[in-house]
């Protein structure tokens, strides 16, 4: 997962398991190996769909799971919300609104917005 805002399969699944009004069920299964490379066992319950995967730690056995779900589960997905856009690539245009652009000033200069409303009449 190289984008940090990226969603997570976890997360992914719990929007799956909400737009169906159901609880995922996370169950730790069994736990194998010597306690430096442990091997743990999970189980997703999705109302009648379970799935199992292991992981070397509860976190990834989860994430592995979840993965899975999402590629076997035939619950039909949510419809995806475009990602919001950059506030930056859409700069407001403050000409058009005096008290913002007022406000947006006063800001800037590091004055009180009391002291630029003053400075704006007086010119």
Known sequence: M????????????????????IQPQYKLLSESGPAHSK???????????TWESEGSS??????????????????????QKPPKSNVNNNPV?????????LKVTACR????????LLLHWCL
Do not use: W
């Open 2 to 21: 190289a984008n940090p805002k990226e969603k997570t399969p976890m997360c992914l699944v719990n929007e799956l398991a909400r737009f169906h009004s």
């Open 39 to 49: 091997m743990f066992s999970v189980q997703l319950s999705l109302g009648e769909q």
């Open 58 to 79: 509860i976190k990834k056995a989860q994430q592995a799971v979840a993965n899975k779900a999402l590629t076997e589960s035939t619950l039909p997905k949510p419809v």
């Open 93 to 101: 245009d403050y000409s058009k609104n005096t008290p913002v652009r």
């Open 109 to 116: 200069i590091s004055i009180p917005l009391c002291q630029c």
